[in-house]
């Protein structure tokens, strides 16, 4: 690598770490590619290239992941929504379905004995919102009853 992709993935991780630090926040494409000193669409498109995807779907799906570990804990889906820095509960919903297979007050009813049991480090990669998940496997984690099934299915 030379040292000018160097510094440019030193600014792009600078970005997303203040994504995943500050996710409740109000952020926007202009704001975060200022902390990565560079314009808005060449921040978003060096993202992509980096990471695989857009910084407004990386903001969401870190969202959406802090949601459902609310969503486990009790709360309710509009407060969840809130409290992660969503202002709009339709596109919320849209989002964490999108990326979960199933609604937020779905999700929220369901039990989670398995990611109960597990360390919290395997609970955070292993219930990890993501598009490119298989409906199949989240099917599997949504019956499984506990972690020694999970971790089968994931692993098969």
Known sequence: MSP?????????????????????????????????????AHFSRQFRAAYGETPYSYLMTRRVERAMALLRGGMSVTDACMAVGCTSLGSFSSRFTELNGETPSAYRAREHAAVLAMPSCEAKQRTRPRKDRPADAVARERTSSSFEEVAVAAHS
């Open 4 to 40: 000018e992709e160097l510094e440019t993935l030193v600014h792009l991780r600078r970005a997303r770490d203040l994504i995943d630090r500050d996710y409740a926040s109000p952020l926007d494409v202009p704001t975060i590619a200022s902390h990565a000193l560079m314009s808005p």
